[in-house]
Nanobody, 123 residues
Framework: QVQLVESGGGLVQAGGSMRLSCAAS????????MGWFRQAPGKEREFVAA????????VYADSAKARFTISRDNAKNTVYLQMNSLKPEDTAVYYC????????????????WGQGTQVTVSS
């Protein structure tokens, strides 16, 4: 089992940047592919980005390509989401998740979830 704790959310103006962090504890961090999802009010949880167990492979939602970067530091048991050129439509609760798969893009593929961190982008 693994526990996930997100941090780094808050309020930012449109066009700004923000970096989210997700610290993992429990089982060996490299046993898990990691992903970021988000959920806006009244909407379903949606995929943002994912990174493989080794960090060699990444996948992005179309909305995140060219603006967001997912990375992981296996020595620190932490995964990051660097978000640039933020838009008001990026406003959501962002969740970190862990999967026993090499990499995953759908919520049912993930076994463990963090509590979420709010990101608000003002126009």
């Amino acid at each position: 089992q693994v526990q996930l704790v997100e941090s780094g959310g808050g309020l930012v103006q449109a066009g700004g940047s923000m970096r989210l962090s997700c610290a993992a504890s429990g089982r060996t961090f490299t046993s898990y592919g990691m992903g970021w999802f988000r959920q806006a009010p009244g909407k379903e949880r949606e995929f943002v980005a994912a990174i493989s167990k080794s960090g060699a492979n990444t996948v992005y939602a179309d909305s995140a390509k060219a603006r967001f970067t997912i990375s992981r530091d296996n020595a620190k048991n932490t995964v990051y989401l660097q978000m640039n050129s933020l838009k008001p439509e990026d406003t959501a609760v962002y969740y970190c998740a862990a999967t026993t798969l090499w990499i995953g893009v759908r919520p049912p593929q993930y076994d463990y979830w963090g509590q979420g961190t709010q990101v608000t982008v003002s126009s």
